[in-house]
């Protein structure tokens, strides 16, 4: 199984006790940001572009603990920046795993080795590793020659120390199919329990603002990378987003459903756009004009989004509180192959390079840049 069952029967009872309340714009997953520093700059990010005034904020334990009372949601996953840059890192996560959420801790393990002895090993808490391919790809992703060794060697250590490790993958145009396939094995033989996977999204501050993938361009890839699958590999995501990633299925974004807490506040609309920001969790649900995002919304800053904040928790409601979501849920964990002759073929097809590593890599480091 790719989550724990005790952490899959608790989302699913809390998705059903929302929608049995009335409520069919609730949180299933709170985005806490606590800080945006980081000691990367990934060319596909836009979190560590702002200036260094704002790189030095951060939350404070107690700002974190009011944003999750205030959501309710069963899942608290923490990206940034880089948490583990945050000084005060133990005690959020240790207030979290008090108050039972289900935490990803997301980090790209530069700092995980060093830093394990901070936490406790619980079925609360999984580091989720920002692992974006091969080593290759990966490198070149994150803008730093041996990332990926280091990643690997803070997963297998996390996993020495009993924690529970996944791992977050964002795929952008030009990826190779095989070679993620390949990375799926390497990941499961390293021995996470799962994997997540996205589509990269076209933030206005990144760097590279060439290869962020069109809709159809991301159903073609993730089609051919998750057609044939392995028994093996395990994902962390609903099945059900899976089959909309690869064109099986369509959905309406809920952006409601990840909502996002960081420096500014609660940002509207969603983790990926900055709409403005609202100083509560009931202000951000009433406020927002949500009709106004979304693909069918016309908003052309959503027309190629595919990103799971928007749209896993529109897979999840449908899988657990609808007849036919529920039976094509339980259809897909059952049967998980996805034999698909076409998808087969397009393994086949040549990938065109669409990048040449650079080994003069910038890092960020508390908002100044070193070469």
């Keep these: 199984m790719s989550v724990p069952a005790s952490q899959m029967w608790t989302t699913a009872s809390y998705v059903i006790r929302q929608r049995l309340a009335g409520r069919k714009s609730y949180p299933f997953v709170l985005m806490l940001e606590p800080l945006f520093r980081c000691n990367l700059a990934c060319a596909g990010c836009g979190k560590i572009q702002y200036p260094p005034h704002v790189l030095k904020r951060q939350l404070t334990p107690e700002e974190c603990f009011r944003a999750v009372e205030e959501c309710g949601a069963p899942t608290v996953a923490i990206p940034g920046g880089e948490p583990l840059m945050h000084p005060q ?4 996560v240790e207030g979290l795993v008090a108050r039972k959420k289900y935490i990803y801790l997301c980090t790209n393990a530069l700092l995980l080795e060093e830093k394990l002895h901070l936490f406790t090993p619980s079925k609360y808490l999984s580091f989720s590793v920002h692992v974006d391919g091969e080593r290759e790809h990966h490198d070149f992703s994150v803008c730093r020659e041996g990332g990926y060794d280091v990643a690997v060697r803070g997963i297998k250590a996390a996993l020495a120390h009993g924690f529970r490790v996944t791992t977050n993958t964002t795929l952008f145009d030009g990826a190779d199919p ?25 933030y206005d501050k990144a760097p590279d603002q060439q290869h962020f993938l069109g809709r159809a361009r991301t159903r073609r890839l993730f089609r051919a990378i998750l057609s044939n699958r392995k028994r093996s590999w395990k994902f962390n995501m609903s099945p059900l987003f899976g089959e909309f ?15 996002t807490y960081n420096v500014f506040g609660w940002q509207k609309p969603c983790y990926l ?10 202000e951000l649900m009433r406020e927002t004009a949500w009709s106004n995002y979304g693909t069918e919304s016309g908003n052309p800053k959503c027309a190629n989004c595919m990103v799971h904040s928007g749209y896993e928790s529109s897979a999840v409601d449908y899988g ?36 040449s590593y650079n080994p003069l890599v910038q890092i960020q480091v508390g908002g100044e840049t070193e070469a």
Excluded at 332 to 351: G, I, M, T
Aim: charged residues 25%; hydrophobic residues 40%; glycine residues 8%.
């Design 320 to 355: 657990f509180t609808t007849v036919r979501g529920f039976f094509g849920m339980a259809k897909a964990f059952l049967f998980s192959r996805y034999k698909d002759d076409y998808a087969q073929a397009l393994l086949n097809e040549p990938v065109k390079p669409v990048h």
């Design 273 to 282: 756009l900055q709409d403005g920001y609202a100083d509560t969790f009931e």
């Design 245 to 259: 990633l690869m064109g099986r299925r369509d959905f309406a974004c809920t952006p409601w459903g990840m909502p």
């Design 178 to 202: 095989k070679s993620v396939r390949r990375f799926f094995d390497e990941m499961m033989e390293l021995g996470v329990e799962s994997m997540m996977l996205s589509p990269g999204y076209s």
């Design 89 to 92: 890192i133990k005690e959020i």
